[in-house]
Structure formats: C-alpha cells, structure tokens
C-alpha cells in the first residue's frame, strides 16, 4: 500500500508568515510522530499522536509550534510566526503500537523542507 | 534523558572493505537501541533494533550491531560493503518509559569508493 505521504513537498516562506504541514499516515496506522531534521543533524523528535490525542508534545519548541490530528488520521503541523531558525526538513511517521513502543517500526514520509526567508 | 553520539560524520571505504560505524549513548534508564538508513533522495527506514534478548542484531542486507552495556555502544558494522551501501546512517535511542520517543544521533554519512 501507499507509504506516508507529506504536503508540500517544498515550503518557501517570508520570516513572521504562518505555515501548515500536511502528513497522511499510512492507512491504519494509529500512531504519528512528528520529527524536525536540521541541516547536518539526525531527525529531533517534536510531538507524538495517539489516535487523536497528543500522547507526547515535549518536542516542541515553543509555543510558536502545534500539531492536531482531529480524526485520528491526517495531521498538521501549524508554525505561527516563523523564525529563520524555523527552516529544516520536517518529517512525519506513523506506527501500529498495540501499546506504544519500540518493537512497532516507525515509517518515515519524505518530508517537507520549508525554507524561512 | 537520552543523548546519541556519533563521532563520524563521514565514512569513506572502498568497495567490498569492511567498515564500522561507531555509536554510544547516553541514558541513566533501560533502553531500546536503533540504526536507521537513508538512501539518496530517499526517506528514512529502519535498518535493525535491539530490544532484548540476544546482544547481537542483524539486518537483511548484511549489516549487524552488537549492544554493549557495559561500553554504551551500538556500533554498526558489515564484513564487506557494496556501492549500494552509500547512504547516512542513524543511530537512535529510546527509554523504556518513552519508547515512541525516538532521540537520533547526527549521522554519518558512509561512501564508498569503487
């Protein structure tokens, strides 16, 4: 089946813009993790979903970040006045935890670079 | 809290060499060990883990790593690499008591050379 999609694939903004991210997991999957990638760096974890609820949020940065996942499924990553520090590659993965853990693979999307001007 | 070290930011070998891809850890807790891959234009995938049991964990392409406590290390190795080998390569950690949170190393970037 499909693997974990994530729109746009390229975000280029103006520094102070709002911006959303798009991740659609693979169909089934309850879990979803969000990740930021800066250049040069291994993936840092920022929030894991749940269902529908933020299991973990003590990723995220600042309150300049949020995520939701109102259905349980697609999730959104929202930056409120982003920051030139902002720019990276973020990507999305989603899991089938029967209870939350390390034996359920992560499968990681492609990620979407947004670039803060 | 968790923290991965890895020292090598790029690894050059030659075809059909070995190599070793170094990785320690840090954690004051039980924890659950992974090397993740990323090929060229590629998103990142799972490679192998070690969640208990035997200290020595294999991939199906030939990769294995061996869990040492008492060094902290995971390091990842491969008797003999193939060009398709070249990729980044992760380390990661995670507790016990917050498996799904998942805490990378910086990387090392393996090439091999024909």
């Known amino acids: 089946g499909a693997g974990v999609s994530q729109t746009p694939s390229n975000k280029v903004t103006e520094k102070g813009k709002y911006v959303e991210l798009r991740c659609d997991p693979i169909s089934g999957h309850t879990a979803l993790y969000w990740y930021r990638q800066s250049l040069g760096q291994g993936p840092e974890f920022l929030i894991y979903f749940q269902g529908t609820g933020a299991a973990d949020d003590s990723g995220l940065p600042n309150d300049r970040f949020f995520a939701v996942r109102p259905e349980g499924s697609v999730s959104t990553l929202k930056i409120q006045r982003t920051e030139r520090g902002d720019s990276a590659v973020y990507l999305c993965?989603?899991?089938?935890?029967?209870?939350?853990?390390?034996?359920?693979?992560?499968?990681f999307g492609p990620g979407t670079r947004l670039t803060v001007l | 809290a968790q923290s991965v070290t890895q020292l090598d930011s790029q690894v050059p070998v030659f075809e059909e060499a070995p190599v070793e891809l170094r990785c320690n850890y840090s954690s004051s807790v039980s924890v659950y060990l992974f090397w993740y891959v990323q090929y060229p234009n590629q998103g990142l995938q799972l490679l192998l883990k070690y969640l208990s049991g035997s200290t020595l964990v294999e991939s199906i392409n030939g990769f294995e790593a061996e869990f040492n406590k008492s060094q902290t290390s995971f390091h990842l190795r491969k008797p003999s690499v193939h060009i398709s080998d070249t990729a980044e390569y992760f380390c990661a950690v995670s507790s016990y008591s917050s498996a799904s949170k998942i805490i990378f190393g910086s990387g090392t970037r393996l090439s091999i050379r024909p």
């Open positions: 993965a989603s899991s089938t935890p029967p209870g939350g853990g390390a034996s359920d693979t992560q499968y």
